[in-house]
């Protein structure tokens, strides 16, 4: 009797053994599928980048077998050539960069292939005391902005809008962390960028946009254009169209709690970044929802889709303000075909209060 119960003894220790040894070789084996994927974004990690990293903190990618590093990037038009040269595996960066590159190198651009932002956060800001109210008065004048700066990179496409003389305006390069300064000291007549960017950028610096700055938004002349997208390789999208699905699946679901919880994507931001001022962060997390990814068409598209009609305008733009070589069809610079279906994914951003 003793011996058949040390007999069953020894085989359940050796079945529980067994059992932990194959868990374990399993979670190795899991743990070893995670595909690694380095993704450069638009910009230092501010509050609109936390769907990003919500989705990276509640395991969205590790459960699509992903292990994503993110990286600051240095301007949304940057993205596409980081991308385009395989420094990057993906990117947040501007479609009407990739536009331009694929019209001129066609083989080499990378694909759009989640729109994110569909309405153009591009803007010229003046002072609010200055003399200039349209983008005319500001012929014969300093203008400044960072080099990879979208907006500045459509400086043509604004001049051909409202039919200015491009070569009769000045351009200076300016750092970043000195544009709104810079442009209150009076050193340039006017800055590009991102209307969030340089509203809460000169938060932080004392600066009161409301009532110091005067926006000239390029959507009011005309340019309704697409504006940051995930971005990624040909060649990822060739060999690993799953990689893709993953990934967009997970950021999909990053969105969801980032709208429904907009705190916690300012929280996953201050993880990473923990100088930022929370407060100045969820405003600027809030306005980039209400504005940039907004546009009407989200209520039938979904975020994430685009308008065939509406991207083939805004190519049409581009080619013609900047002298392309060729027109770009819409299915070279965006691909539909990796992202959620239309059931799982927003048809409006609406943060809470």
Known sequence: MTGNHAFRGMRALALSLSLGLALSIGFAAVAEAQTKIRMVLNWKYEGPQGMFFLADDRGYFKQEGLDITFDQGNGSGAAVPQVANRAYDMGFGDINALIELAAKK?????????????RPPFT???????????????????????????????????????????????????????REQMLMQGQVDGVFGYVTTIRFSAKLTGIDPDKQLRFMKFEDYGMDLYSNAIIVSRKLAKEHPEVIKGFLKALNHGIKDAIAEPQAAIDAVAKREPLIKPAIERARLDATMADEMSHPEIARIGIGDISDDHMAKAIDILVKAKELPRTPKVNEIFDRSFMPPLSERPTSVRPAS
Do not use: R, W
């Open 124 to 178: 010229l800001a003046v002072k609010a005391d200055s003399p200039f109210k349209t983008p005319a008065d500001l012929v014969g004048h300093k203008l400044g902005g960072p080099a990879n700066d979208a907006a500045l990179k459509l400086l043509p496409a604004l001049c051909s809008a409202t039919k200015i003389d491009c070569g009769k305006i000045e351009i200076v390069a300016i750092q970043p962390s000195l």
């Open 106 to 118: 066609p083989d080499e651009a990378p694909i759009g292939v989640f729109m994110l932002y569909n």
